[in-house]
């Protein structure tokens, strides 16, 4: 078995937490493809099915931080400070 890689801190899956959504995304993308490919080994297929599923938690951690991040401003009340959006 490997050892992790020194640096950016990688999660279960070896997901390096430092992507951004745009590399989680593509890094997703290009994983299911591969696994929609067929012909692969069953180790194979576990291994990026577990990758797969660790961008798709690294994009979900960041969509839920975009969000609590993002403020709300009514436009008809000028004088009142943003708020944190809630849905």
């Known amino acids: 078995m490997s050892s992790p890689n020194p640096g950016p801190e990688n999660n279960d899956a070896g997901i390096e937490e430092d992507l951004n959504f745009s590399q989680a995304q593509?890094?997703?993308?290009?994983?299911?493809a591969e696994l929609q490919e067929g012909d692969l080994d069953v180790e194979r297929m576990m291994d990026l099915y577990r990758r797969a599923q660790g961008y798709a938690d690294r994009c979900e951690r960041l969509l839920e931080n975009v969000e609590q991040e993002v403020m709300a401003w009514d436009p008809a009340k000028p004088d009142h400070p943003p708020h944190p959006y809630e849905p």
Do not use: D, I
């Open 26 to 32: 593509t890094a997703l993308e290009l994983s299911l």
